[in-house]
């Protein structure tokens, strides 16, 4: 088959001999030669007929003839005759090839081609299964011919450059470049969130409304609040994303340096040259990201990627993605910061960051800035920063209160986390990434970016109506719950609680230590371990009689001991009714060790006791310190094994004070008694509920108990379930991971006897819950408001990219049918996309009623 270019399939004119057969006769020799190389003539013209045929037959390319142009198609490896057209008024070959939908792998006299469906393919299973350019071409060679892929011309290199080649002209095309003759700025060839607020793009800021805002005590009641057009970003380093120092840097070529997500090479370095690396120490937790930034590598050239992507809808921001050089430093998230600030922010004056570290982060940020040359921010832009709901438990109690996103006016519902999904598909690409050249990793990176942020775009509709129907039942939930607790508050105690809920978010950008209220600020009782050493100090300061040294520790084993029994206990109810002989020879041991244990411990406990008691009375008070309850005397009855793991050993606490007095340690059981309360406090609004309100045990009596109550205050009372009778962690520890949308117990919200007066517990109990109550209703309440906009926001971006493609079609100067075409579909894939996310909002809207 013979290929003619230029003339529509037709031979063109000016060529004399347009016979088939002096196309084969131009010279033999191997066609596995690539383009770059030589194409020489050998010295006999006819070719051989032995190597025309070392193949059998039906396979799709011919060997060793310089005739014939290797073409790659997705179908395979093929070789075929093309005769370019020699006209006078002709274009070069290239052009030719790819007017015919072939890309030539060189511009010089091309011998290989790849035809557009091949390339399209082969980035599309890149982006979507990580397939690498020699895997994608051994898949080829083998569909080419099955027992010989071998012998397949190889065209791996080829494929590589010419890829590169295609994304750049792909996100050229797609970003309106072949319409207009414009310089591509930085960022220019990325897609960004189409429900971000964009000033000029997708809304325009009201200056007027956002100052009387600023300035009002209650930005809720206002139809826009100034909160509301805050950029909310999220900062977060990928250590998976190495690159090799390159073998050969001199030879490199970028084709499209910073014009995609991550940054232009050029100033970066210069930042990093200037900038100061000093070594920060963290004065929260052993945090990773802090002592990485202090480690260095000496075998990489880049030890990962870090950048910025929008929090509420997960798209990478453009010109924001950097390089680190050894670990996750400061300068490195600084530049990364300022350059997504600069992404169509022009009208912004509020952003919230997320980021795993904020805390130790934001409080050099704004000097690094103001001290670096390559660096600057607005002077009006407030930055607020914000960890991770996932990350901020990992940081000390009080960095939950300042930096968790539930208590941040204008974060509305958002975890900050959803950067850690957005590196899932980069790691798929990255070990093949790991070794190519720095400007071909970068490329691979941004069109992967660039397709992830695409496919957000074309999902965007599904995700907020998603979002807007939890925000419906999160505003009813949260509302209900919180009003519940207001109405049981004493109303002073409310006024004070809203006037220091209003202040502290005023003053939290100059000190965010303003946000512990909303922590409970009584100190906490001391751990089993600091008890025992502030007791052990005390009696080595005061050393008491003879008899009582070592109480301390004698307690404390007996603590221990507990805890043995409880695990122990836990491990024979996993076993099931039919253990095995292994796990009953396990648990036997365990039960001997833990019986001489408490043997150990009971002697010891005799010692000091028994001298104040007299040894008349020490045998009896071994009997009595050993505890074996009704459990034990079933087991004598039955004849079954003893099982220490069910003892009830005689620490003060379960002797009681009357035993104790008795026995002379009336003091340690006051003690206990005193620590053991600390543990049922917690209880304390259960138990009182139950006395004063479920006194019936019986049907009969729960019946007659409801019918005395009031028939206004019966709505009051619901059914008291098992659950709701258990320490919580909203209760036990308010900052426990998973819990932000726990509300508390129905019975919580009845003051019953007025317990928070007698109760300096219960009282910051109900203070520190109230707000946190209130600070969840208020987030829901954002979110709904927040997505409302976004809806507007998404529809205003695709009727503006529509108009966008409408004027480059009809101020196009070339004014050729391909390019008005092709403005006409994108105009009509915009349209398509405002017309599905307006009428799914609408819907949504319908069916979801506030």
Known sequence: MVIWLGHGGNACPWEDDPGELDFFATGEGSTDSTDAEGTADEETGAPSSKDAHDLPTGVPFIKNSKAMTTIVDKSGVHTHIIKYCTCPDATTANIQLFEMGLFAASFVEP???????????????NLECGTSAMNYYSKLRRMTTSVFPHTVPDRYRELMRVARQWRKLKLLKWNGFGHKEKEVRPGDLALFCPACPQPGINLTVPTGDVKQARDAKDAYDLETPSWLYTRSLVMDGNFKAEHLYAKNPANEVSLM??????????????????????????ECNNHRAVNQANTSCHKLEATGISGCACARHGCFVPHAMVDFQKGERQINMDYALCEALKVNAEGIRRVLTFYDVNCQYHKNLKECITNSPFLEIPMELDIVPGIGLWHVYGHQDNCYVRYASNFIKGAARIDGEIMETLWVPLNIISPAARGMGTPHRKECLDYQMNDCNFMKMIRMSKSLCQKYKEAVKGVAESKLAFERLDESADADKVRDWEAQDRSVQEWRSQDSSVMDIYEVQLQKAPTRKQQELQLLAAQGQHPGPVRWRGVVTWIAEGLTIEEAQVTLQMEVKQLGRQPTDSQRLQISRRRDTLQRDIDRWVEAGATFIGDELGDDNTQIMEQDLLILGEVEDEMKDEGRFFEPEKVLIPLPSNLGLEKCSALGIANLGQANDALHNIRVHLADKAVIFRKTVRVAKSQAMATRAWAQVHSVDRARYQILAKEHLKVSTAVADPNTRGQRNDVLPWFWSLDVQRDSDSSEWLNEFYHVHWLRAK????????????VEHEMEWTCNFFHQKGQEWIYLGATCKQCEKGHLAYAARQCKIYECLFTE?????????ANVSH
Not at 775 to 786: S, T
């Open 837 to 845: 996310a307006r009428h799914a909002f609408d819907r949504i809207k």
């Open 111 to 125: 011998k290989t081609a790849f035809t557009i469906g091949v390339l399209d393919d082969f980035l599309l299973d």
């Open 775 to 786: 600070a969840l209703r208020d987030r829901w309440a954002e979110a709904i408001l927040l």
């Open 257 to 282: 340096d910073g014009r995609g997500f991550m940054v232009g090479n050029h100033i970066y370095k210069k930042h990093l040259a200037v900038a100061k690396d000093a070594i920060q120490q963290s």
